[in-house]
């Protein structure tokens, strides 16, 4: 019976033979939970490695590296001579927030979650650089050292099975943070943004705008995520208006001219094509059509105003900081936003 003090309710501690899960990072999570269930109560004792190790049969290597696991996230405090107790003081949650790459974007979103979360989380980040062993060595140095994860699956599903990788976090400590389908592969909470269906409703929305030019171009970069999706979404969308539409590597990959359509990604690609139009004396809105993704201060009034494709940066922070603090498995859809400031 895992316990210390007569006066609680007493617990018993599960381990899975066959789980999985590490020995040890089942004795972490199964005390974090009853912490938080409140079976647990500040000041409770927790039984010695040397009581835990003889009853579960456990090696006391393995339960002196949950309790130090514990120990450091503050879960449990030691006292010489005395024991290991519940912490008194009020836990601090951590967060760890697994990304592909560092973006600027992906920078945005760690901001507004660690703002909204305040002072009582602690907001971690970790980039993977698109690679399963990377994230995998991630998780498993990991995943005792935090009570959330928080992933951006970006091109995961491309280059592993997501379902078996997963399964070393807890189902109601994973937090999906993209908008492809790989958030439907268990059941966990998930804030979507991005989404393709946003992506096409605003192009459709602008088809109008979009048939004043001969060509629309999609270009992209290696410096932010693209969904592949988009790219779909895009080339559907022009077939079905029977406009032309290509995607480009590179802004410079066909040269700018009259009656072309840009959408750029890339904040340097803007100025670059910005200040081809202004070299050739082309008309934006008229001659050129513009329109970035991601919205900034400068871009209201860089050219006489860069028409935007955007998400709520801030809505994502409140949303996901909303799931972390209630620890709800709900699904959360961000739209999309277009700024019309003329340009395209």
């Not at 990959?253 to 803007?270: I, K």
Request: hydrophobic content about 35%; aromatic content about 10%; charged content about 25%.
């Amino acid at each position: 019976m895992l316990g210390g003090t007569a006066s609680r309710q007493e617990s018993v501690l599960r381990i899975d033979e066959n789980g999985k899960t590490p020995k040890f990072q089942q004795i972490v999570n199964g005390i974090i939970a009853q912490i938080e269930a409140g079976i647990f109560k500040p000041g409770d004792r927790l039984p010695s490695i040397n009581e835990t190790s003889a009853e579960y049969y456990l090696a006391r290597a393995t339960v002196e590296k949950a309790y130090c696991i514990l120990l450091k996230s503050g879960h449990i405090t030691s006292l010489y001579r005395r024991g290991f107790f519940i912490s008194q003081g009020k836990i601090v949650k951590r967060v760890l927030f697994l990304t592909g790459t560092i973006s600027e974007t992906n920078r945005a979103i760690f901001k507004a979650v660690s703002d909204q979360l305040g002072k009582s989380f602690k907001v971690d980040i970790y980039a993977y650089e698109y690679q399963r062993d990377y994230l995998l060595d991630g998780l498993e140095k990991q995943a005792g050292n935090y009570h959330y994860f928080v992933l951006m699956p970006h091109h995961l599903g491309e280059i592993c099975d997501l379902t078996d990788l997963l399964k070393k976090i807890p189902s109601d400590r994973l937090i999906f943070l993209d908008g492809s389908s790989t958030t439907t592969i268990r059941n966990c909470a998930s804030v979507r943004f991005g989404c393709r269906e946003h992506f096409r409703t605003i192009l459709e929305a602008n088809v109008a705008a979009f048939r004043k030019y001969q060509t629309l171009n999609f270009v992209t970069t290696d410096n932010e995520y693209i969904p592949a999706d988009w790219y779909s979404a895009f080339l559907e969308f022009t077939e079905a208006h029977h406009l032309n539409g290509q995607v480009l590597d590179d802004v410079r990959e066909t040269p700018l001219q009259r009656g072309s359509a840009y959408l750029l990604v890339d904040d340097e690609d803007l100025i670059t094509t910005i200040q081809e139009t202004t070299r050739q004396g082309l008309r934006m809105g008229q001659d050129v059509g513009m329109v970035s993704f991601h919205d900034a201060g400068y871009k209201a009034v860089l050219g006489g105003g860069i028409s935007v494709i955007k998400t709520d940066i801030l809505s994502i922070g409140r949303n996901l900081a909303h799931v972390l603090k209630n620890n709800q498995k709900q699904t959360v859809r961000i739209p999309m936003q277009f700024i019309d400031r003329g340009s395209l």
